[in-house]
T-cell receptor, first 112, second 115 residues
C-alpha cells in the first residue's frame, strides 16, 4: 500500500541554521510529491511540488526539496531558518488516484 | 476572493447528535475534499468530490456523509456523533478533477469536540 513516512516528529533548530526535513514514500512508480506547511491554528499552504523533470524543486519562502528515486525520498531543505518558519510541515503524495496521502507531520521549533 | 471558507470554527456536540460542517469555495474548483487531522496521524481523507453530483469515499469515511449539489459547496454531515470523531476537520479544493494533482487550497478548519 502507498504510504508516506516522516520519521522526525519534532525538530528544533536555531535561527539562521540550516534545515532538512525528511520524507520517504512507498509507491511502485514515481508519484506526485508535495510539501505543505501549517502555521498554528491555520489551514495548510503549499510550499512546493514535484511532478517530473528536474529533481531539485524550488518553492516559496526560500524552501527547496530534492527528489531521490533511489532512496524514495523527497526531503525539504532551507539554508537559513527564520523564526517565522516555526510550524508543522507535511509531506504528501498523490499516488495516481484522486486521493492524496499525507505524512504524520514534523513540528519545527526555532530557537532565537 | 474568499478562497475556501468553513463554518463553524468550533463546535461541541453530545454523543448521538448530528450536525453539518459547511465548506464553500469561490474559485470554481471542481475537486473538493474533507480531511480530519488527529495528533500523530497527519491528515486523513474522509470523502472527496470531482464535481457536482460526484462523490467518493476516502480513507476514513465511516460515520460521515457528503453531497455535492453545486460546484461551490461541499458539506460534511455527521449523522450520529461519537467521541472518536473529535478532531479538526479541514476542507480543501483544487483545479481540475483532482486527477491532475494541482495544489490544494485549504480552509481554516473546524475544531469539533464530541462529549
Amino acid at each position: 500500500a502507498q504510504s508516506v513516512t516522516q520519521p522526525d516528529i519534532h525538530i528544533t533548530v536555531s535561527e539562521g541554521a540550516s534545515l532538512e526535513l525528511r520524507c520517504n514514500y512507498s509507491y511502485g512508480a514515481t508519484p506526485y510529491l508535495f510539501w505543505y506547511v501549517q502555521s498554528p491554528g491555520q489551514g495548510l499552504q503549499l510550499l512546493l511540488k514535484y511532478f517530473s523533470g528536474d529533481t531539485l524543486v524550488q518553492g516559496i519562502k526560500g524552501f527547496e526539496a530534492e527528489f531521490k528515486r533511489s532512496q524514495s525520498s523527497f526531503n525539504l531543505r532551507k539554508p537559513s531558518v527564520h523564526w517565522s518558519d516555526a510550524a508543522e510541515y507535511f509531506c504528501a503524495v498523490a499516488p495516481g488516484t484522486y486521493k492524496y496521502i499525507f505524512g504524520t507531520g514534523t513540528r519545527l521549533k526555532v530557537l532565537a | 476572493n474568499a478562497g475556501v471558507t468553513q463554518t463553524p470554527k468550533f463546535q461541541v456536540l453530545k454523543t448521538g447528535q448530528s450536525m453539518t460542517l459547511q465548506c464553500a469555495q469561490d474559485m470554481n474548483h471542481e475537486y473538493m475534499s474533507w480531511y480530519r487531522q488527529d495528533p500523530g496521524m497527519g491528515l486523513r481523507l474522509i470523502h472527496y468530490s470531482v464535481g457536482a453530483g460526484i462523490t467518493d469515499q476516502g480513507e476514513v469515511p465511516n460515520g460521515y456523509n457528503v453531497s455535492r449539489s453545486t460546484t461551490e459547496d461541499f458539506p460534511l454531515r455527521l449523522l450520529s456523533a461519537a467521541p472518536s470523531q473529535t478532531s479538526v476537520y479541514f476542507c480543501a479544493s483544487s483545479w481540475g478533477d483532482g486527477g491532475s494533482y494541482n495544489e490544494q487550497f485549504f480552509g481554516p478548519g473546524t475544531r469539533l469536540t464530541v462529549l
